[in-house]
């Protein structure tokens, strides 16, 4: 199982330099990823409940020139608030950018407000975010159009560059069977979030059903409580291995102790094998 790093990013007064060191630092421990949270505009400060500081975007981009193995990843990034055609450009510059090494993790969203503010439609944010990943996926594709759906068409004169060596991996995060369905449809990789490693075995014997067999699935998890022992973190970890999951994002808590826990994690597991 892969074992992956959720960056803090939920400070305005943590300077960038903090995230840049602690991505060097995760690749450097052996760590498989770095991912970023995405908020535009939340009705309320950032902090537990709201994370994206810094833009996921333009911050990993940042983050491909001073890494060299990590995946680097948006979990995840609210996608109806995106345009899909600015996205499929941008996920395929940080690609070249990155030499392959970016996934676009994606959601539906859940907070109202922020797409009230944006002039975005909450209802139907579902069927826009099925659609911008196909769109996304033919221009990562093709190159060209023509293309039709609900929401853009284009004909064949439309070119589109630059052309990813590989379409971009989608990574759908959620639990819901609209999100399970969703990763079937048109993910790679499926993350749970918020479930134990029980739940998420049973949701990914749901995933299978909907005929996500070939996704590769996995879960976040955290340990921000250094009262909690290394020992049982490392027990956590190892159940989520057993449950079946193919990757799992750790968060680590605020940036003050976020190395001391994720160096503690890292040695710990190496010296459970």
């Not at 759906?149 to 070119?159: E, I, L, N, Q, T």
Request: glycine fraction near 10%; hydrophobic fraction near 45%; aromatic fraction near 8%.
């Amino acid at each position: 199982m892969q074992l992956h790093v959720v960056l803090p990013d939920e400070s305005p007064d943590m300077p960038v330099s903090e995230l840049t060191e602690l991505a060097k630092e995760a690749e450097n421990l052996g760590y498989s990823g770095i991912w970023l949270p995405d908020h535009l505009l939340p009705p309320g400060d950032y902090g537990p409940r709201y994370g994206g500081v810094y833009e996921p975007l333009v911050t990993l981009a940042h983050l491909a020139a001073v890494t060299s193995r990590v995946t680097l990843g948006t979990s995840v990034l609210v996608l109806p608030l995106r345009d899909p055609l600015l996205l499929a450009k941008q996920s395929a510059t940080l690609a070249h950018l990155s030499g392959d090494r970016f996934v676009l993790g994606v959601g539906a969203g859940w907070e109202g407000y922020e797409f009230d503010a944006a002039g975005a439609d909450f209802a139907g944010r579902g069927a826009r975010t099925t659609a911008a990943l196909r769109l996304i996926r033919h221009l990562h594709t093709h190159g060209a159009g023509p293309y039709r759906d609900a929401f853009h068409s284009f004909d064949g004169r439309a070119v589109f560059a630059p052309v990813p060596r590989r379409p971009v991996p989608f990574l759908i995060g959620g639990n819901s069977d609209a999100a399970l369905r969703r990763a079937a449809r048109a993910g790679d990789i499926w993350q749970s979030v918020h479930i134990s490693s029980r739940e998420f075995a049973e949701r990914r014997a749901r995933l299978r059903e909907l005929g996500g067999g070939h996704v590769s699935a996995g879960g976040r998890e955290s340990w921000t409580d250094e009262s909690v022992p290394v020992a049982e973190v490392v027990r956590l970890v190892r159940a989520w291995e057993a449950a079946g999951a193919e990757h799992l994002a750790l968060f680590f808590g605020p940036v003050a102790g976020f190395s001391r826990r994720m160096r503690a994690l890292a040695q710990g597991l190496t010296a459970c094998v």
